[in-house]
């Protein structure tokens, strides 16, 4: 996609967000909205740009799609880091991830609750992800283990209840 005409990641505006809305059904908009998610944690993860991601996520308004963008932000960070999760760098898409939901979550835009269903519904696809990132489940618990340390998940046991 490309970048929109502020040279940030975010798009559509929230102008062209509100004429979706009205103009097509909950869920045509629903995943045109986490198709653009999608867009922009792939571009988080260039940028690390925390304060434009965080608007973002909040023109999109979907907060009821946000375990959604949890999922799919931490599969993204996972096949790009691959075989070299073994790297504790601070530089690791899967560490950036982790900050990004803690960051969301501290300034109340995502809510605990839907970080944990994110990581419950990406649990029950680590058969098929293993296929192409053998160390997923690795990755998933050391992913868990940033978000609990950085505020954006309360104990595993809200995460089984999260289903």
Do not use: W
């Amino acid at each position: 996609m490309p970048a929109a005409a502020n040279g940030k990641f975010c798009m559509p505006s929230s102008k062209q967000t509100s004429l979706s809305r009205r103009s097509t059904p909950l869920i045509s908009n629903a995943l045109s909205s986490m198709l653009q998610i999608l867009a922009s944690r792939q571009e988080y993860l260039l940028s690390r740009e925390l304060d434009e991601a965080a608007r973002c996520v909040r023109e999109l308004g979907a907060s009821h799609f946000h375990h959604e963008l949890v999922k799919r932000g931490v599969k993204i960070a996972m096949e790009k880091d691959g075989m070299d999760h073994m790297d504790n760098s601070a530089t690791s898409s899967l560490d950036a991830m982790a900050a990004l939901f803690s960051f969301l979550v501290k300034n109340s835009i995502v809510s605990e609750y839907q970080v944990a269903k994110g990581i419950a519904r990406l649990q029950r696809l680590l058969t098929d992800l293993k296929l192409d990132v053998p160390a997923a489940p690795a990755m998933l618990d050391e992913f868990e283990e940033m978000a609990r340390e950085g505020g954006c998940l309360p104990g595993a046991a809200a995460i089984e209840a999260s289903d």
